[in-house]
């Protein structure tokens, strides 16, 4: 059983800008951005020294893409050097994901690092479309990056929060 977080930070780790969201669980209130690294790792000393620092449990919680087993294979339309593109591309963002893990860690939160979702949705990949998480998350202000869409579905999921889907 999961322990009952204040607040919970979900990060899809991505080499240039991660998408972010802090979640408040008892408000609902959802904070989202796409931060590079530096300023992330700022963005975690903040998040620290304002919530967990007074008392408020916080948790990060990061997709670890690196805990699903796959394997990259060529195509009679995908050359070696695109499976090579590919898995050089992989390995960068699971490495940025391991060091945000490990700076917040560094200063003191509580990590989770977790498989990535299933995706289940409506929009290319199976990823979840703006108006797939508005509905889900009782609206949304503005259209968001795929990553800080994640990211906010990943600090839902993880707070047990309903997800609520539309009939067809």
């Known amino acids: 059983m999961k322990t009952k977080y204040d607040r919970v930070i979900g990060i899809d780790p991505d080499v240039n800008k991660s998408g972010v969201t802090e979640l408040h669980v008892e408000t609902r209130m959802l904070n989202i951005a796409s931060l590079s690294f530096p300023d992330l790792m700022d963005y975690l000393q903040y998040m620290k020294k304002k919530f967990m620092d007074k008392g ?86 503005k259209r968001q990056s795929q990553d800080c869409r994640d990211s906010c579905l990943i600090a839902w999921e993880y707070a047990g929060l309903p997800i609520k889907i539309k009939a067809r």
């Open 56 to 141: 408020e449990n916080v948790i990060v919680v990061i997709e670890a893409g690196w805990k699903r087993q796959s394997n990259w294979h060529t195509t009679n339309t995908r050359s070696i050097a695109a499976a090579a593109k590919t898995g050089n591309n992989t390995g960068r963002n699971h490495e940025v994901a391991r060091k945000i893990a490990e700076m917040a860690r560094h200063y003191g939160l509580e990590v989770d690092e977790i498989m990535p979702l299933k995706k289940c949705w409506k929009g290319t990949d199976g990823k979840i479309t703006h108006e797939e998480l508005s509905y889900i998350v009782g609206g949304l202000d």
